[in-house]
């Protein structure tokens, strides 16, 4: 791919002056990228691109606080670069970023209920409309459709939103179905009760683990997080479906008007909770009252960082 030997070479040439560039590398099967910290040609060498690299290298940033740092980013994940800038929580001189169009990226999930263990799988090859999984057993030909993360069949963002140097030619946005909207109906469809007994009985499945946190790009208090601290102690450890549906309300009211809907929460979910549906709901939320959305424009100021005595769409004295 000559996009991807360009930005090899752009990287090359910037990184006598970065502590290090972010981006993935093959992991440990064919259909898992990992992160790669490049500090040396010979790591860039080693740079992917494409379907496997689902993660967003944006999580990173803010753990090289005061280094002069580079990364790879998708669409997705220049979103979570743009929203970082905004709230200050990296400098952008301190910030170099390389971009190229993204297609898409795989559903892991999705990809074992068509050909069950994906630990035995031997290779993966997306070409056009199919993704190819060999097993033991043989190869299986998918579409991609079925085996796609949901964000990206109608993704409107596939080429970095900010970039100093991106390669290869820009692509249009996606124009298939929208599983998040349709997923999104159908909680808002819910009657309250309903809706409090949905969650409840996801929520059960938790276990705590923190991965959602962890792997967002936003959530960014890491020590003083609310849900671990002991001074104040606001959450108990407690594994009661009660205190884990508050860790997820409070997670995402922290995110509110802030997420990018990276997805990350959700795919690190190790029991597969659909928690992003609540970020998009918040989300929605913000949309429609402040008409901004998170990590689209790098000059606007996000709403929750403001104050105005009259909002014109919060109709404050008309009870």
């Known amino acids: ?32 990228g990992t992160p790669l910290f490049m500090r040396s040609p010979e790591d860039v060498d080693r740079l992917t691109w494409g379907p496997f690299n689902v993660g967003n290298p944006a999580t990173y940033l803010t753990g090289f606080k005061g280094k002069k740092v580079g990364v790879v980013v998708k669409g997705c994940d220049s979103r979570s670069v743009v929203q970082l800038l905004q709230e200050k929580l990296v400098k952008r001189e301190d910030v170099v970023v390389f971009g190229m169009p993204c297609e898409g990226v795989v559903d892991l999930t999705k990809v074992a209920r068509k050909v069950g263990d994906i630990a035995l799988v031997n290779a993966a090859v997306r070409a056009g409309g199919t993704l190819s999984v060999t097993t033991p057993e043989g190869m299986v030909e998918i579409p991609w459709e079925e085996v796609a993360a949901d964000k990206c069949l109608s993704c409107q963002y596939p080429n970095a939103l900010v970039s100093d ?52 790009p936003m959530c960014v208090c890491r020590d003083h997080c609310i849900a671990q601290t002991r001074d104040p102690h606001w959450l108990t450890q407690e594994d009661s479906t009660r205190e884990k549906l508050m860790f997820q309300m409070i997670h995402a009211l922290h995110l509110a008007g802030r997420c990018t809907e990276c997805g990350e929460c959700q795919r690190s979910c190790p029991v597969d909770i659909p928690i992003l549906a609540l970020r998009r709901k918040l989300n929605a939320v913000v949309k429609d009252l402040f008409d901004y959305q998170a990590g689209v424009d790098p000059q606007a100021v996000p ?17």
């Open 1 to 32: 791919m000559q996009s991807l030997e360009d930005i090899k070479a752009k990287i090359k040439d910037a990184l006598p002056g970065l502590d290090c560039v972010i981006g993935w590398e093959r992991g440990w099967s064919p259909l898992h």
């Open 165 to 216: 140097h991106f390669a290869g030619e820009p692509l249009p946005p996606a124009m298939g179905r929208d599983p998040a909207a349709e997923q999104l109906a159908a909680l808002e469809a819910m009657a309250p009760a309903e809706l409090f007994a949905h969650w409840a009985k996801v929520m059960e499945r938790c276990i705590r683990c923190y991965a959602c946190r962890n792997a967002c």
């Open 303 to 319: 709403p929750l960082f403001t104050f105005q005595v009259e909002e014109a769409k919060i109709n404050e004295r008309g009870w």
